[in-house]
């Protein structure tokens, strides 16, 4: 049961490795969502190994195909149930589906979000402020659902770089910018009515040895 004085603490992982098939393809922009690898579906395993001491109540993810079945799997291995929500996708590539990730379009929105300049996007897609709006929104509902508790949340490695040092009290925008996301690498988040604190960033045990 939440404990409604307690900070909810979330487990936002990227979903585990996926294979690249039709438009999506390695090394083009794409907003398809993909199927795990058999690594992948090793490296979600692993994870929960990893966590598994945690109590982890809940299991949620984005609607996209490379979190939901990084999601299903871990829940299985946790004997809890799925929840896909709203919010968590990765950010929209728009008129950029089906160009080289290395276009000079692409090279300057990812830029200008890397400088803190939000107010731009991708052609056709969500501006940067609207990323972070609606994934902080989605993570903040988890957690008011779950103070006091532990909970496993799959999304994506480009909106997790750009939102939560963004949201965090604690944490510089350059934090992301330093350390690249793996397949299943966690950020652990502590979420409460003071706001976001980051407690550790992928390959790091600890943000304060960052």
């Known amino acids: ?46 994870l929960v190994d990893q966590v598994r001491s945690r109590r982890v109540a ?39 589906a089906g160009v080289s990730i290395h276009d000079e379009r692409a090279k300057r929105v990812f830029d200008a979000w890397l400088l803190g300049d939000l107010d731009i996007g991708c052609p056709g897609a969500e501006d940067g402020h609207l990323v972070v709006k609606r994934f902080t929104e989605a993570i903040g509902g988890i957690a008011d659902t779950h103070r006091g508790e532990a909970v496993l949340v799959f999304t994506h490695g480009g909106v997790m770089s750009l939102a ?27 979420v409460d009515v003071d706001g976001w604190r980051l407690v550790a960033w992928p390959r790091t045990r600890d943000l304060e040895q960052t």
């Open 1 to 46: 049961m939440s404990d409604l004085q307690c900070p909810a603490t979330l487990l936002i992982a990227r979903h585990g490795e996926a294979r690249y098939a039709g438009s999506a393809r390695e090394g083009v922009l794409s907003d398809e969502g993909d199927a795990l690898t058999d690594r992948g579906r090793g490296q979600v395993r692993h």
């Open 58 to 96: 809940a299991v949620y993810s984005s609607r996209m195909a490379q979190a939901v079945e990084s999601a299903e799997l871990a829940a299985s291995e946790l004997s809890l149930l799925p929840v896909a929500v709203d919010g968590l996708e990765e950010f929209s590539v728009g008129d950029l």
């Open 164 to 190: 939560i040092p963004r949201v965090s009290v604690n944490a510089g925008r350059d934090v992301a910018a330093q350390r690249f996301l793996p397949s299943c690498g966690v950020a652990e988040v502590e």
